[in-house]
């Protein structure tokens, strides 16, 4: 079972719309996660990190974390054609983050 | 300048052939981290080092060595390239989140 399980995609939504992504995760002593957003040949950028249970918000992104359901989510609202890309969800455990394979969303203009 | 830098950025390399991959960071973290990405696989750990001298195996170190040569600087090594080595290269360093190079796009033929 690997760490952190993300459906791959893509995920299509039309301009204006509120994306959501979704990631699991195996170990229930998970403390530290992150959502990062990749564009197509480059490098991984953090949108966001989470710690505790509940919602973030950071203008368009919010994150939310269910430690007892062992999910994170992310929901990108007003979403923009330049939020298409690749968004991965990682955790920080045993010294080591871990990676999903991503979610590519597709924001339709 | 970026934080966190990879030379080079992309390479073309024969099968056999021994090939260095460099890194070196300003951020002045302690921690840094070679992934290997491939489509649909997200990002796979090769090694990862705490400082000089504590170098650790990730999920995939078969075929990969790595030198901590200073606290800015790690490189990873191909002994003896194959084709199923072509990948997306990423060095991170962790100061809470994980800081990512630019990437080393590596073509075995």
């Known amino acids: 079972q690997k760490e952190v399980e993300q459906n791959s995609g893509p995920l299509s939504v039309p301009e204006g719309a509120i994306a959501s992504l979704n990631c699991t995760y195996s170990d229930r002593g998970s403390q530290s996660f992150f959502w990062y957003r990749q564009y197509s040949g480059k490098s991984p950028e953090l949108i966001m990190f989470i710690y505790s249970n509940g919602d973030k918000e950071d203008g368009r992104f919010t994150a939310q974390l269910n430690k007892a359901s062992q999910y994170v989510s992310l929901l990108i609202r007003d979403s923009q054609p330049s939020d298409s890309a690749t968004y991965l969800c990682?955790?920080?455990?045993?010294?080591?983050?871990?990676f999903g394979s991503g979610t590519k969303l597709n924001v339709k203009p | 300048d970026a934080d966190v830098t990879q030379t080079p950025r992309n390479r073309i390399t024969k099968t056999g052939k021994r090939i260095m991959l460099e890194c070196s960071q300003t951020k002045g973290h302690d921690r840094m981290y070679w992934y290997r990405q491939d489509p649909g696989l997200g990002l796979r750990l090769i090694y990862y080092?705490?400082?000089?001298?504590?170098?650790n195996k990730g999920e995939i170190s078969d075929g990969y060595s790595v030198s901590r040569q200073a606290q800015a600087k790690f490189s990873l090594s191909l002994e003896s390239a194959i084709p199923n080595q072509t990948a997306l290269y990423f060095c991170?360093?962790?100061?809470?989140?994980?800081?990512f190079g630019q990437g080393t796009r590596l073509t075995v033929v």
């Open positions: 080092s705490f400082d000089v001298k504590d170098i």
């Open positions: 990682a955790l920080y455990n045993f010294n080591k983050f871990y």
């Open positions: 991170a360093t962790r100061g809470g989140e994980a800081f």
